[in-house]
């Protein structure tokens, strides 16, 4: 039985950095040649990083992503790679290039664009059509398919259609963004694809963050019945090589009750006639899967890590209330920095109660970062009376909340203005949704790494981080005391907004779901109570389009994934 080894370069490119995807890109090929790898393959579009977005629009960009394709192919010894690049003719093309011998032998290009959630491929680029003819690789003597991402969701794509034309194993490679419950749908899909096409699939995934999407890799290898081979570990930089077995499948094929293919043989290019080297002890490497606090925790804090450095930031500065919010955004930004690199700020009012300066003292020390502590009483005295004459004859409201909020939105921004820290600001998905929160205010920073996160689940994460270290690092009268913005005396978030467990099913319902009002009721909510909720969420939009940017974890998200009108009289 014939055994392909293969490297799966399970990257974390930069977008548009071109010179440093290109060290990555030799410097993986390097470690899979030494170690006697037939083939390694690279993430989808992995000379431009993904994704590139309108970079593509420009010529010179494109032609600078194809200068470095051509440096690395001429790198290339006998080991073939399979590198994701943007191609172009008449058009452009999301593609891939089957590098060997100091060459390009062959390309493939993406059959089947996404234009769904935060993907928008149809936007750029062209699929290849029956213009473009498939291509099998004979290498190391066994028949090979490459397909990119979207093209091996389809039972009935490209994979199968190579499959049925003698592909042997099938090289995936991908850009596929992390979100919660993904990784298992991924697995059960791949499991089924090579199982239906007696085929065996290999699914490169990249690594890292961008922007609003984290990529978590998690890269895997089944064999021709759908057998786990390797899974790589998620959410890190990994070189993860695998033997996989080549058995002859023609039986198989044979006796499938959907019958024998009739679709005509596709041509080979040849690479290479034998595997590499002969295999001892098969490499079968399998990563056990995280567990669900860990993953969606490891996402924010490499979202935020990437975020930060990718952009040119040491530091971040975080406002620190003593509340679930801010104490989780910190042990993220300890976790993607370090200690030394996060600056905590106690802005205490005449409002502030003494365990929340207390809670927030006792982080900064569990987590070993610097806090300060700025009153803004003076800023907030100032305002009252500079408006005093305006105001005068009402009654204080929900203004000079928003104002004392303001106040600690200025300070944070000048301390990164004269700093150079990023300012990380601390609102939730709960509290975005309903706009439960002060526009240049508490909502002012560069990223927002929990805006898509439930509230509910931020308490979660604050216990897995306590969990995690086998001691209190967020302190339990944190978690456990009633939440408040401590903006007017004694107030607390339930005396605007339903109980977060009331509050968090019906968001999902309406904003992960796109469920209509009616229907929620429909489902036995209350129905006074989700039209409120429904009514915030949506006077709220025009508050979300001027936040931050922040991490994409759920089916959903705020940002370039929900894109709903601004001005809109629907109320369903």
């Known amino acids: 039985m014939t055994v392909l080894r293969i490297a799966l370069a399970q990257l974390n490119p930069t977008v548009g950095d071109l010179a440093g995807n290109l060290g990555k890109l030799i410097e993986a090929y390097e470690a899979a040649e030494a170690a006697g790898c037939d083939i390694v393959a690279f993430p989808e579009l992995s000379t431009t990083g993904y994704p590139p977005e309108d970079l593509v629009l420009k010529p010179g960009f494109v032609e600078d992503n194809l200068e470095m394709l051509a440096t690395f192919a001429a790198s290339t010894r006998r080991c073939a790679a399979v590198v994701g690049f943007v191609d172009q003719d008449r058009d452009l093309y999301n593609a891939a290039a089957v590098c060997a011998g100091g060459e390009v032998l062959g390309t493939y290009r993406k059959r089947l664009l996404p234009n769904t959630t935060v993907f928008d491929e149809q936007r750029y680029f062209t699929p290849g059509d029956a213009s473009d003819p498939l291509e099998l690789y004979v290498i190391g003597g066994v028949k090979v398919g490459v397909s990119i991402c979207e093209d091996i969701w389809s039972p009935s794509g490209p994979v199968a259609v190579q499959a049925a034309a003698g592909a042997e194993v099938n090289i995936n490679i991908n850009g596929s963004p992390y979100s919660i419950g993904k990784g298992v749908r991924r697995e059960r899909m791949l499991a ?291 939440p408040s913005a401590e903006l007017r005396p004694d107030q607390r978030d339930d005396d605007s907004l339903p109980p977060y467990e009331v509050l968090d099913p019906i968001l999902q319902l309406y904003v992960e779901d796109d469920r209509t009002a009616g229907e929620i009721v429909e489902l036995g909510y209350d129905e006074q109570l989700v039209r409120r909720v429904t009514r915030l969420v949506d006077i709220a939009e025009y508050k979300r389009r001027q936040s931050p940017p922040g991490v994409r974890v759920s089916r959903k998200a705020f940002g370039k994934d929900r894109r709903l009108p601004i001005t809109s009289g629907y109320r369903g």
């Open 192 to 482: 089924t694809r090579a199982a239906d096409s007696h085929c065996a699939v290999v699914y490169v995934n990249q690594v890292g963050g961008q922007d609003e999407l984290v990529f978590d890799g998690g890269s895997l290898a089944f064999d021709h019945e759908g057998s786990l081979l390797a899974r790589a570990p998620q959410f890190v930089e990994a070189l993860m090589v695998v033997d996989v077995p080549v058995p002859p499948v023609y039986r198989k094929r044979l006796l499938d009750p959907r019958g024998r293919s009739t679709s005509d043989m596709l041509p080979t290019v040849d690479v290479s006639a034998t595997p590499a080297a002969g295999v001892v002890e098969p490499l079968s490497p399998i990563a056990e899967p995280l567990d669900a606090d860990r993953e969606l925790y490891d996402a924010l804090v490499l979202g935020t890590r990437d975020y930060c450095v990718k952009n040119g930031f040491s530091d971040v500065v975080i406002g620190l209330s003593g509340g679930v919010d801010s104490s989780i955004i910190a042990a993220i930004a300890v976790d993607a920095l370090g200690a030394d690199h996060v600056h905590g700020v106690s802005m205490p009012s005449r409002y502030s109660s003494d365990h929340s300066k207390s809670d927030a003292q006792q982080l900064a020390e569990a987590l070993g970062i610097e806090i300060r502590t700025i009153s803004i009483e003076p800023a907030f005295s100032a305002y009252l009376e500079m408006l005093g004459e305006s105001f005068e004859g009402r009654e204080p409201g929900l203004t000079y909340e928003n104002i004392q909020s303001r106040c600690r939105g200025q300070l944070l921004m000048a301390l990164s203005n004269e700093f150079g820290w990023m300012v990380l600001t601390t609102g939730n998905k709960s509290e975005v949704a309903v706009g439960y929160f002060t526009i240049y205010g508490d909502s002012v920073g560069g990223y927002a790494a929990i805006k898509d996160v439930l509230k509910t689940r931020v308490y979660d994460l604050c216990r897995y981080v306590n969990r995690r270290e086998g001691r209190e690092i967020i302190p339990e009268n944190v978690i456990t005391k009633p």
